[in-house]
């Protein structure tokens, strides 16, 4: 049914299948995620109070951990997709594998830093 | 043949349209992290948010940018994905425009929104 090559265990084990799952994984959630956000910042429409009202919702746990779950997925996504676009653009050649490992170090400090920040 | 040759031609100019978005967006979502950094110190209220954005220019025109980027963007990634899992679904299409506009018209409202503070 998939349209995808079916890929064996040795090309899946390569670090940059492991970035293209996660570029794709963090690219759909945040696609799912956008239209909330929107809807969530839209209620600033019915003014102070009522954005309020609705901006109470975060201070659960589950929206806490949520925020921070996509704080790391954005900057995963940001730093995956600049390495993409390097490959495609930039004037190296080779599948910048170190940037794999940067882009995995800076989520990292992203969601310390989420989590410095909040606290 | 022109079908298959129109299909290779819209796909290239979804291609370049997804890289160009991505450009924008990789300026956008880095200035957007630090903004979140400095925005959840001490959590979020209502009021502090509309104090930085109420009849901030600058941050309605980078914040609309960013929206119309996104509603490039995300949707042709929706649909290249679904179209890879689901080829024979015909869902891709829909699935991807529904978000485009969900994209465009939610978050045009929240740049409205945080621009006027709801004072229309």
């Known amino acids: 049914m998939r349209s995808r090559p079916s890929l064996d265990y040795r090309a899946k084990s390569h670090l940059s299948y492991f970035a293209y799952v996660c570029h794709r994984f963090s690219g759909l959630l945040l696609a799912c995620f956008i239209p909330l956000?929107?809807?969530?910042?839209s209620q600033s429409l019915r003014g102070a109070e009522g954005?309020?009202?609705?901006?109470t919702l975060t201070d659960l746990w589950v929206f806490k951990f949520g925020e921070w779950a996509l704080v790391i997925l954005l900057a995963v996504h940001l730093a995956g997709g600049i390495r993409l676009l390097m490959?495609?653009?930039?004037?190296w050649k080779g599948l910048?594998?170190?940037?794999?490992?940067l882009s995995i170090l800076f989520a990292i400090v992203c969601g310390l830093l989420f989590l410095y920040f909040a606290s | 043949m022109g079908q298959a040759m129109s299909t290779n031609v819209l796909q290239?100019?979804?291609?370049?349209?997804?890289?160009?978005?991505?450009?924008?967006?990789?300026?956008?979502?880095?200035?957007?992290l630090v903004i979140i950094f400095y925005a959840i110190r001490g959590g979020l209220s209502a009021q502090e948010i509309l104090g930085r954005t109420q009849g901030n220019v600058l941050f309605a025109i980078f914040y609309e940018i960013f929206v119309l980027a996104c509603f490039v963007h995300a949707p042709i990634g929706m649909a290249n994905i679904l179209q890879e899992t689901f080829p024979k679904s015909g869902l891709a299409r829909p699935i991807a425009w529904i978000l485009a506009l969900l994209i465009l018209i939610l978050g045009t409202t929240a740049?409205?929104?945080?621009?006027t503070g709801g004072g229309i």
């Not at chain 1, 910048?96 to 490992?101: F, L, V, Y």
């Not at chain 2, 290239?12 to 957007?32: D, F, T």
Request: hydrophobic content about 55%; some cysteine.
């Open chain 1, 87 to 91: 490959i495609e653009f930039g004037p």
């Open chain 1, 37 to 41: 956000h929107f809807l969530m910042l």
């Open chain 2, 111 to 115: 740049v409205v929104g945080v621009f």
């Open chain 1, 51 to 55: 954005f309020q009202k609705s901006l």
């Open chain 2, 12 to 32: 290239a100019k979804l291609w370049y349209a997804q890289r160009i978005s991505a450009m924008v967006l990789g300026l956008c979502v880095a200035i957007h």
């Open chain 1, 96 to 101: 910048r594998k170190g940037w794999i490992q």
